[in-house]
T-cell receptor
C-alpha cells in the first residue's frame, strides 16, 4: 500500500516562527498536495506539485510556500507563523499518469495529518 | 466553480441500520469521485473511487453510486456498526484542478 508520512502529528509554534511541515511518500507519485482543514470550512488546497521543483498555488497560498527538491518529499513552509494558521494540515499524493491530467483514473492517498497550534 | 454539498451534515443511527449518505456537485464534467473516511483528529482514508465512466463501486458493506448527469453520488453503508462512526467526505476531480471536497457527514452509530 502507498504510504504518505507526515513527520509530526502535533506541533506548537510561536507567532513569527518559521515552520516546516514535512511530507514523504514511498510510491514514486508525481503529484503531491497540501491542504488545511478547519471546522466549518472543510479542506482547502494550499499548494500542489506535479513534479520535482514544480509548484502551483491552490486556493489559499498566502502566508505559505513549498519546496519539492526530491520526488518523494513535499515540504510546506510557514514563513512567519500567525495564530490564524492554527489548523490541521493534510498532505496527499496521487499516482502518476500522463501528466497531471493522467491521474484522473486514480485516487488520492492522504497522510495522517499534522495538528499545528500557533501561540 | 465546482461546489460539493453533503447532506445530512450529521447522522445518528442505532447499530444494524442500513444508511445512505448523499453528495451532490454542481459541475457534472468530472473525472472521478472519491469517498473518504476521517476519524477524529486523523487523516483521510480512501474508501471508494468511482471513475466518471462507472456507475458504482463496492467494497464490503459499502456501495457508492455515481449519477454524473444529475450531479449526485450516494454512499450506502449496510448493517452499520459502532466502528463506522466517523466523518465521511466526498470529493470530485475535474480536469487540471485537484479535488474539491464536501464538508462531510458526521456519522454516529450507537450500540
Amino acid at each position: 500500500d502507498v504510504k504518505v508520512t507526515q513527520s509530526s502529528r502535533y506541533l506548537v509554534k510561536r507567532t513569527g516562527e518559521k515552520v516546516f511541515l514535512e511530507c514523504v511518500q514511498d510510491m514514486d507519485h508525481e503529484n503531491m498536495f497540501w491542504y488545511r482543514q478547519d471546522p466549518g470550512l472543510g479542506l482547502r488546497l494550499i499548494y500542489f506539485s506535479y513534479d520535482v521543483k514544480m509548484k502551483e498555488k491552490g486556493d489559499i497560498p498566502e502566508g505559505y510556500s513549498v519546496s519539492r527538491e526530491k520526488k518523494e518529499r513535499f515540504s510546506l513552509i510557514l514563513e512567519s507563523a500567525s495564530t490564524n494558521q492554527t489548523s490541521m494540515y493534510l498532505c496527499a499524493s496521487s499516482i502518476p499518469g500522463q501528466g497531471i491530467l493522467g491521474d484522473f483514473i486514480y485516487g488520492y492517498t492522504f497522510g495522517s495529518g499534522t495538528r499545528l497550534t500557533v501561540v | 466553480k465546482q461546489e460539493v454539498t453533503q447532506i445530512p451534515a450529521a447522522l445518528s443511527v442505532p447499530e444494524g441500520e442500513n444508511l445512505v449518505l448523499n453528495c451532490s456537485f454542481t459541475d457534472s464534467a468530472i473525472y472521478n469521485l472519491q469517498w473518504f473516511r476521517q476519524d477524529p483528529g486523523k487523516g483521510l482514508t480512501s474508501l471508494l473511487l468511482i471513475q466518471s465512466s462507472q456507475r458504482e463501486q463496492t467494497s464490503g458493506r459499502l456501495n457508492a453510486s455515481l449519477d454524473k448527469s444529475s450531479g449526485r453520488s450516494t454512499l450506502y453503508i449496510a448493517a452499520s456498526q459502532p466502528g463506522d462512526s466517523a466523518t465521511y467526505l466526498c470529493a470530485v476531480k475535474k480536469g487540471y484542478s485537484t479535488l474539491t471536497f464536501g464538508k462531510g457527514t458526521m456519522l454516529l452509530v450507537s450500540p
